[in-house]
């Protein structure tokens, strides 16, 4: 997801409630079971704004004694018409807010079972897409219907049942049927696997990817759309390029999307690996909001033009020279798609990494000296008002500093390292190590500590869990040839190594909180505090 003015849309709640446990808590009710599949069916009738259709979910059963009950999401106003199991056997269930408990009974371990859940009724709308998302009934330029879902952080229970916890993805993929008036066409994630008219004005076009995907990857697209295809020469192969475009778009879309496609895609299979979806090909949507990540179906909404709707964060004019929506939302294809938190609390890994994709975008593009101009151009979208993580196992999301903050933290590692080679091996092993997989913040850090051979725990720790910026305190001796320096302003511990250069020479500091004193020399010249700040988001004093 991207950021808006620098931040969520909202702050994560001070309170919680049963239904935040419910919902962000691997319950009893969820931990003994897998899910293998979701087969997706819906309907959607632009001219109530209703909804209706079921969600056949596969799993296997994880372990032998479990309790009898599942829980299933669907948020409210929604309701679940009827709960069929292997086809057979109508399910009892109850309803506690958004989530329902379905009784199954004793099921064997290792065995699979399919779960189709029907539902129906008036979803919830996008009160600002898509920050604050929903269903999409909205009308094209040429007052034409135009529908979509957005409900990153609200949950894609917000419009079909499912395990609305992004701990568990469909191992082996998803798929998305969708009926809609034959006037229109109905694209989403994956490849199309089918297309007919129906005898009732109707038509019905299924979709379907073969990898993991987040629940809230999973989207419908409904308007007049054409679509215009490219094959590109990737890592990895041959990659199935598609854009689906409104009509009168297609132009347009022909001369500017493929450009920055390839140039998004080179940039960023060189500095995080190989795409990958490559199986489920690669799609750029138009959208009636700015954009979103969705996996093989990337939503867009940037008018066409360079920016962020013509906006650059980081005030430099760089983030004028591509289009911020198409290379954000793809960052996210490796962060937050391929590997996805387990925890709405970390949702860093997937918004710090992809705002950090933008800075190795412009690095990779325009140079080095161009992506640190970038990276600590965005600082001014720091807020400091709350820590990054929220809680946890509470659905809560954290502070919208998780982009800009987020990023610095990442460029401050960077520097730290000081080797671009091991750093570049770092980003595309932790796409290697944790392909398609959901991850804890420790497997990230430690796996980062353990390739730069230093750990980095305390570093993490103080940029996203409290609101201090790290100071630098330099003190000269008064001959001015040795220096004494520590952090402060900082938790215990804290211990960021610090690499000062110029073109012709460097050198490397270890400060903690407690004062070290080192011998200046030739060196002098390197201890420039401004030079110091934009190379690491830190202060000196």
């Known amino acids: 997801m991207l950021a808006a003015a620098g931040c969520f849309a909202q702050t994560a709640p001070k309170l919680y409630s049963r239904a935040d446990t419910l919902r962000g808590t691997i319950t009893p009710e969820r931990v003994w079971w897998n899910v293998l599949k979701?087969?997706?069916?819906?309907?959607?009738?632009?001219?109530?704004k209703t909804t209706a259709g079921?969600?056949?979910?596969?799993?296997?059963?994880?372990?032998?004694?479990?309790?009898?009950?599942?829980?299933?999401?669907?948020?409210?106003?929604?309701?679940?018409?009827?709960?069929?199991?292997?086809?057979?056997?109508?399910?009892?269930?109850?309803?506690?807010?958004?989530?329902?408990?379905?009784?199954v009974g004793e099921q064997a371990a290792k065995t699979e079972h399919k779960l189709a859940v029907y539902f129906s009724g008036t979803p919830k709308e996008g009160v600002r897409p898509p920050w604050i998302g929903g269903w999409t009934f909205a009308k094209d330029s040429l007052n034409r219907p135009w529908m979509t879902v957005t409900c990153?952080?609200?949950?894609?229970?917000?419009?079909?049942?499912?395990?609305?916890?992004?701990?568990?993805?469909?191992?082996?993929?998803?798929?998305?049927?969708?009926?809609?008036?034959?006037?229109?066409?109905?694209?989403?994630?994956?490849?199309?696997?089918?297309?007919?008219?129906?005898?009732?004005?109707?038509?019905?076009?299924?979709?379907?990817?073969?990898?993991?995907?987040?629940?809230?990857?999973?989207?419908?697209?409904?308007?007049?759309?054409?679509?215009?295809?490219?094959?590109?020469?990737?890592?990895?192969?041959?990659?199935?390029?598609?854009?689906?475009?409104?009509?009168?778009?297609?132009?347009?879309?022909?001369?500017?999307?493929?450009?920055?496609?390839?140039?998004?895609?080179?940039?960023?299979?060189?500095?995080?690996?190989?795409?990958?979806?490559?199986?489920?090909?690669?799609?750029?949507?138009?959208?009636?909001?700015?954009?979103?990540?969705?996996?093989?179906?990337?939503?867009?909404?940037?008018?066409?033009?360079?920016?962020?709707?013509?906006?650059?964060?980081?005030?430099?004019?760089?983030?004028?020279?591509?289009?911020?929506?198409?290379?954000?939302?793809?960052?996210?294809?490796?962060?937050?798609?391929?590997?996805?938190?387990?925890?709405?609390?970390?949702?860093?890994?997937?918004?710090?990494f992809t705002?950090?994709?933008?800075?190795?975008?412009?690095?990779?593009?325009?140079?080095?000296?161009?992506?640190?101009?970038?990276?600590?151009?965005?600082?001014?979208?720091?807020?400091?008002?709350?820590?990054?993580?929220?809680?946890?196992?509470?659905?809560?999301?954290?502070?919208?500093?998780?982009?800009?903050?987020?990023?610095?933290?990442?460029?401050t590692i960077r520097h730290s390292i000081n080797d671009d080679v091991l750093f570049r091996n770092v980003m595309r092993g932790l796409n290697k190590q944790f392909y398609h997989q959901t991850v804890t913040a420790a497997q990230i850090q430690n796996y980062i500590s353990a390739q730069a051979k230093f750990d980095y725990k305390r570093v993490f720790e103080q940029y996203l869990t409290t609101t201090q910026i790290p100071n630098l305190e330099l003190q000269y001796s008064t001959d001015r040839k040795t220096i004494k320096y520590r952090y402060t302003n900082c938790i215990p511990g804290f211990n960021l190594p610090l690499v000062l250069k110029d073109k012709t020479k460097e050198i490397k500091l270890n400060p903690t909180t407690e004062w070290k004193t080192i011998k200046v020399g030739a060196n002098k010249e390197l201890f420039n505090s401004e030079a110091i700040i934009k190379m690491y988001y830190i202060t000196v004093s």
């Open 152 to 352: 990153q952080g609200l949950g894609a229970s917000v419009w079909y049942p499912c395990k609305d916890h992004q701990s568990d993805e469909p191992d082996n993929g998803a798929s998305l049927t969708m009926i809609v008036p034959d006037t229109l066409v109905a694209v989403a994630n994956g490849r199309l696997q089918s297309h007919k008219k129906n005898n009732d004005g109707t038509a019905t076009y299924k979709w379907a990817v073969t990898n993991p995907i987040n629940n809230y990857d999973i989207i419908p697209y409904i308007g007049k759309y054409v679509n215009f295809s490219e094959v590109y020469n990737g890592e990895k192969g041959k990659l199935d390029l598609n854009y689906w475009v409104l009509d009168y778009n297609l132009p347009k879309a022909k001369t500017y999307m493929p450009f920055e496609v390839k140039h998004m895609l080179k940039a960023f299979e060189h500095w995080f690996g190989p795409y990958p979806f490559y199986e489920d090909g690669y799609k750029l949507i138009d959208a009636p909001h700015t954009g979103m990540e969705h996996q093989s179906a990337v939503a867009y909404g940037n008018w066409y033009k360079p920016g962020y709707r013509l906006r650059d964060a980081s005030g430099t004019g760089l983030g004028l020279k591509w289009d911020f929506i198409i290379v954000h939302e793809s960052g996210h294809e490796w962060f937050g798609n391929n590997i996805t938190s387990n925890d709405l609390a970390d949702m860093w890994i997937h918004e710090s």
């Open 355 to 411: 705002n950090y994709s933008e800075t190795l975008y412009v690095d990779y593009r325009f140079g080095v000296d161009a992506g640190n101009d970038y990276n600590y151009g965005i600082r001014k979208g720091i807020q400091n008002k709350e820590p990054i993580i929220p809680p946890y196992n509470v659905n809560a999301q954290g502070s919208g500093d998780m982009y800009p903050k987020g990023g610095n933290m990442l460029q």
């Open 54 to 103: 079921s969600n056949v979910i596969t799993y296997n059963v994880l372990t032998a004694k479990h309790s009898p009950v599942m829980q299933v999401d669907l948020q409210e106003p929604l309701n679940i018409d009827s709960i069929l199991l292997d086809n057979k056997k109508k399910l009892k269930y109850t309803r506690e807010g958004n989530a329902w408990h379905v009784t």
């Open 38 to 48: 979701y087969d997706i069916t819906v309907k959607p009738d632009y001219n109530t």
